[in-house]
């Protein structure tokens, strides 16, 4: 019921009340009639460096749960870049299609060609639906493109990064909650077993976790679940398990008023974006049920450090130096949530806001 109330009223707004609500810079919508592209291009801000952030293709029901995506993941993004120390703002894009179904040479490249307009205002890259070799099209219309295959000089694949910041990420809310940072014994549910979910259940398993893997995709699930010797589980079911650690990995919203009071979980650690439906509201209910939340803006920054790399020319080495660090970001986040009394959520975004409130500052004379 709360979920389809914040819907109704979204739809009330108009879309530059939206961004003024979001504060973003800029939202380009693009359309090719020959092609059938439709998608939507977010800038939220500028102030740090160019606006990175991967292209999401995914059948949404309307236009408006479009909007609704693009804007709050390219904020997102914004902050996932401050709170890392990168020199990147924060945007996105999503495609509105079937990923299966809708793909094409000539919609990718036409999908380029609009992001090549923007002057490299915005680069983009793989998210959700996408594949390297949609990228490699786009790249043949613009060069603002990140995490390419190694083999034409990017980075690469960024999630293993990005699992591995998680892992880090998630031991960090061990040693915070229990006192150590080890995770054997330690039954945690992965929920969405894409790319960066199966390489999270490959640290998990490698370390003695207790594994359970949720996904809507069944055949998906069973041959995770034949690799790795876990467990399954299927359904709303997965809210009701006892377990020490939950880690969303699929879509965000997951953590809100219908889920949250049915969690028997001590952490939530994984790797979706905007795994609360709601910042205010359910980041305090997580802390009112005592549930330590590693915000996942934070710990999910490891594929954005990778490609930060591609642009800034850095070694991999470097990458993986920069993901380490997830762990004392997330463990001062902790820390400062419990010295100011706050939830983890905003403690997070007061950090992220107040470094780019500073160079913006800096670069105005202030």
């Given at each position: 019921?709360?979920?389809?109330?914040?819907?109704?009223?979204?739809?009330?707004?108009?879309?530059?009340?939206?961004?003024?609500?979001?504060?973003?810079?800029?939202?380009?919508?693009?359309?090719?009639?020959?092609?059938?592209?439709?998608?939507?291009?977010?800038?939220?801000?500028?102030?740090?460096?160019?606006?990175?952030?991967?292209?999401?293709?995914?059948?949404?029901q309307?236009?408006?749960?479009a909007?609704?995506?693009?804007?709050?993941?390219?904020?997102?993004?914004?902050?996932?870049?401050?709170?890392?120390?990168?020199?990147?703002?924060?945007?996105k894009?999503?495609?509105?299609?079937?990923?299966?179904t809708?793909k094409?040479?000539?919609?990718f490249?036409?999908?380029?060609?609009?992001?090549?307009?923007?002057?490299?205002?915005?680069i983009?890259?793989?998210?959700?639906?996408?594949?390297?070799?949609?990228?490699?099209?786009?790249?043949?219309?613009?060069?603002?493109?990140?995490?390419?295959?190694?083999?034409?000089?990017?980075?690469?694949?960024p999630?293993?990064v990005?699992?591995?910041?998680?892992?880090?990420?998630?031991?960090?809310?061990?040693?915070?909650?229990?006192?150590?940072?080890s995770?054997?014994?330690?039954?945690?549910?992965?929920?969405?077993?894409?790319?960066v979910?199966?390489?999270?259940?490959?640290?998990?398993?490698?370390e003695?976790?207790?594994?359970?893997?949720?996904?809507?995709?069944?055949?998906?699930?069973?041959?995770?679940?034949?690799?790795y010797?876990?467990?399954?589980?299927i359904?709303?079911?997965?809210y009701?398990?006892?377990?020490?650690?939950y880690?969303?990995?699929?879509?965000?919203?997951?953590?809100?008023?219908?889920?949250?009071?049915?969690?028997k979980?001590?952490?939530?650690?994984?790797?979706a974006?905007?795994?609360?439906?709601?910042?205010?509201?359910?980041?305090?209910?997580?802390k009112?049920?005592?549930?330590?939340?590693?915000?996942?803006?934070?710990?999910?920054?490891?594929?954005?450090?990778?490609?930060?790399?591609?642009?800034?020319?850095?070694?991999?080495?470097?990458?993986?130096?920069?993901?380490?660090?997830?762990?004392?970001?997330?463990?001062?986040?902790?820390?400062l949530?419990?010295?100011?009394?706050?939830?983890?959520?905003?403690?997070?975004?007061?950090?992220?806001?107040?470094?780019?409130?500073?160079?913006?500052?800096?670069?105005?004379?202030?």
């Amino acid at each position: 019921m709360e979920s389809l109330q914040l819907e109704l009223e979204k739809e009330k707004k108009s879309v530059l009340e939206m961004m003024s609500d979001m504060e973003h810079e800029q939202v380009v919508f693009c359309h090719d009639k020959h092609t059938g592209l439709k998608a939507i291009i977010a800038i939220h801000n500028t102030v740090l460096g160019p606006a990175l952030g991967g292209t999401r293709m995914w059948n949404y029901q309307n236009e408006s749960e479009a909007l609704n995506d693009v804007l709050r993941l390219s904020r997102g993004m914004s902050y996932k870049a401050a709170i890392s120390g990168l020199n990147l703002g924060g945007g996105k894009a999503v495609i509105i299609g079937d990923s299966y179904t809708g793909k094409s040479e000539a919609l990718f490249r036409r999908f380029g060609r609009f992001v090549d307009s923007l002057g490299g205002k915005y680069i983009t890259a793989e998210d959700v639906g996408i594949s390297p070799q949609d990228m490699e099209y786009v790249h043949m219309e613009t060069n603002h493109v990140s995490g390419l295959p190694i083999s034409m000089g990017g980075s690469g694949d960024p999630s293993p990064v990005t699992a591995y910041g998680v892992y880090v990420g998630m031991k960090a809310c061990s040693n915070y909650t229990w006192g150590n940072d080890s995770l054997a014994g330690k039954k945690v549910l992965v929920q969405g077993i894409g790319h960066v979910g199966e390489f999270l259940v490959g640290h998990l398993v490698k370390e003695g976790a207790k594994v359970i893997v949720t996904d809507i995709n069944e055949a998906r699930m069973k041959a995770v679940v034949e690799k790795y010797n876990v467990d399954a589980v299927i359904g709303d079911e997965v809210y009701d398990l006892d377990m020490d650690i939950y880690a969303p990995c699929a879509l965000g919203a997951t953590v809100n008023s219908n889920t949250i009071d049915r969690l028997k979980c001590k952490i939530i650690a994984g790797a979706a974006n905007n795994q609360l439906e709601n910042e205010e509201l359910h980041g305090m209910m997580v802390k009112d049920r005592g549930i330590v939340y590693a915000p996942d803006f934070l710990i999910n920054a490891g594929g954005l450090i990778s490609v930060n790399s591609e642009v800034y020319k850095l070694s991999a080495e470097r990458s993986m130096e920069m993901t380490e660090k997830i762990y004392d970001g997330v463990l001062n986040i902790l820390n400062l949530s419990e010295e100011k009394n706050i939830p983890t959520s905003q403690a997070a975004l007061e950090l992220a806001k107040s470094r780019i409130d500073i160079v913006s500052k800096v670069k105005s004379g202030r």
